[in-house]
């Protein structure tokens, strides 16, 4: 059994209160690095999503999925990972074992899956390799990039990655030291946000501070499953530049035509699943939904026999969110959609849906 401290008010892992702030603005940052942003998304879709894309295109993009969380997860480890340990380590003062294992133990936290430490062999050679078993991994493609990027992070060179299934829910990753192309690291471009700020102010939990509706979201450490209690769906915690980047780095190869399919490919799996007319109960309760997952800050949203005008400042993967509340009108109309949006520079999210004819 994995020994996490829980908060025993809002039964929320104290780590995960104290690595992360959420902000006036519908923002969630690492403590740590207030530059990092993080989102608390629905994650039984992604990796059906990437492979979608791929089917339309014809092209597999597993490859640039891997590689921007490869980043994510190098730029998380290096800011919670102290200088001093990696230096230990790579001085081989520190075995690298232990390290390993704490790391397991944050991917449990932010819901990554069951992962365990199969072998390890760290000697400055070429020869090294690490090897990870995931039980019910969030998404396979963002495992791999978290093991290439986590180990990046702890010895300092570069690192290639490989999967294989050894059962339905269980996948087997090996990372290893490599030269990566560095033409291929020049295409992706990371988001920064404006990060503004709003006048959002989440009720606490007496006892640990963090966000009091977190209560509604249950955590089981020991299998690294977060789920929504009253939708019994999955989510974790990842960073949005990354995901972002992957839809951007599409668009440039394929064109206008990669927006619309990430849009329904999250309007199909929001239907009937994360939010429900009674969870959300009034604009004001939606807009602290979406503050409590870091994805914005909602400003308006009107609805009438016309369809739904949204706004909303500080948003975060804004084509998911553009099908998250896409399938959500039309789970309240029970009408079929079009949909048009803009994200403007300082990241404000405009949408119009309108009832199909």
């Not at 690492?30 to 989102?39: E, I, L, P, S």
């Not at 992962?115 to 791999?144: A, F, G, H, M, Q």
């Not at 530049?241 to 929001?270: M, N, S």
Request: charged share 30%; proline share 5%; with cysteine.
């Amino acid at each position: 059994m994995m020994d996490v401290d829980v908060c025993p008010e809002c039964k929320v892992p104290r780590q995960f209160i104290d690595t992360h702030i959420w902000l006036s603005g519908g923002i969630i940052v690492q403590r740590a690095d207030q530059k990092h942003r993080m989102v608390l998304i629905e994650s039984d879709n992604l990796d059906p999503l990437f492979k979608g894309i791929g089917e339309l295109i014809g092209v597999s993009i597993e490859h640039i999925v891997i590689e921007t969380k490869l980043r994510s997860s190098r730029d998380y480890m290096n800011t919670i990972i102290p200088d001093e340990v990696k230096e230990q380590v790579r001085s081989f003062k520190m075995d690298i074992k232990p390290l390993i294992e704490a790391m397991n133990v944050i991917g449990h936290m932010l819901g990554y899956g069951d992962s365990k430490l199969i072998e390890v062999r760290y000697t400055k050679n070429p020869d090294d390799y690490v090897i990870e078993r995931i039980t019910d991994p969030y998404s396979v493609l963002l495992w791999c990039g978290d093991l290439a990027g986590s180990s990046e992070a702890v010895v300092g060179y570069a690192h290639e990655v490989k999967y294989e299934f050894v059962s339905p829910d269980q996948v087997e990753i090996i990372a290893w030291p490599s030269q990566r192309p560095p033409k291929f690291q020049e295409r992706l471009q990371l988001k920064e946000y404006a990060l503004l700020d709003g006048d959002i102010d989440l009720e606490k939990c007496g006892t640990c501070g963090g966000p009091a509706a977190l209560s509604g979201y249950a955590w089981d450490v020991a299998r690294g499953v977060i789920k929504v209690v009253e939708r019994d769906r999955r989510v974790a915690m990842l960073g949005p530049a990354y995901i972002e980047a992957v839809f951007d780095e599409l668009e440039k190869e394929l064109g206008e035509e990669i927006p619309r399919v990430v849009v329904e490919a999250q309007r199909r799996f929001t239907r009937g699943s994360l939010y429900s007319p009674a969870e959300v109960g009034s604009e004001e309760d939606f807009r602290k939904l979406l503050a409590l997952r870091g994805l914005g800050n909602l400003r308006e949203l009107r609805m009438d026999g016309r369809g739904m005008r949204m706004s909303m400042q500080n948003a975060a993967v804004p084509l998911m969110v553009t099908g998250l509340i896409q399938g959500y009108f039309e789970d309240i109309t029970g009408v079929e959609s079009n949909v048009e949006w803009e994200l403007k520079d300082d990241d404000t999210l405009e949408l119009e849906i309108t009832p199909k004819k």
